[in-house]
Every structure is written in C-alpha cells, then in structure tokens.
C-alpha cells in the first residue's frame, strides 16, 4: 500500500508564491517518476511537471520558468515551488508517483490565486 499526503496548498495573491510537498509512503519500490498534474474546476486534469528516476524533468509550457520541482529520493518526498503566481493557476494540485508496476495519485490540495 502507497500514501501520497500533499501539504502546502492555500490562497495567495498574483504575483506570490506556494510551496507544495508530497510525502510518500509504504511499500514503495522502482520509482520512475514523481510530479504534479492539476485539475481546474471543468477541465481535464493536466501535466504540471514530472520529474523521472532517470533525471529528466517535463515542465507544462504554461508553468516553465515559474514553478520548480525538486526531489528527495531518501525521504520520498517530492516539492513544487510555484512563484509568481497567476489566478489561471487556481486548481487542485495532485501530487502523482509511478512505479514499475502502477500509478499512485494523492488526494490532492487546492490552490487558489486571486487576482
């Protein structure tokens, strides 16, 4: 059994910045790649950026140069740092973990930028 918690999400104004981590735990084995997607109220959820095992790293267009993924492999901990932050970044952030065998997904925090 794998648990993702997701902490750090919550309302800030334009302009501003987040911090999200992504703690991982249980029975957790050839982790290829541990990221972020988002979902927006009435649309499909979406890649923010995945960061693989094997080092490369795939930012969305639309969060290149404003968000940073990071990683500690010891901890299974994955953060996001979201600066500069527009409203059109409001969104529940879901912290994502794929194994060799399957995908886990947290639960997900939401974040609201107003404008």
């Known amino acids: 059994q794998v648990r993702l918690v997701e902490s750090g999400g919550g309302l800030v104004q334009a302009g501003g910045s987040l911090r999200l981590s992504c703690a991982a735990s249980g029975s957790i084995s050839s982790i290829n790649a541990m990221g972020w997607y988002r979902q927006a109220p009435g649309k499909q959820r979406e890649l923010v950026v995945v960061s693989t095992s094997v080092g490369s790293t795939n930012y969305a267009d639309s969060v290149k140069g404003r968000f940073t993924i990071s990683r500690d492999n010891a901890k299974n901990t994955v953060y996001l740092q979201m600066n500069s932050l527009k409203p059109e970044d409001t969104a529940v952030y879901y912290c994502?973990?794929?194994?060799?065998?399957?995908?886990?997904w947290g639960q997900g925090t939401q974040v609201t930028v107003s404008s």
């Open positions: 994502y973990l794929g194994t060799r065998w399957n995908n886990y």
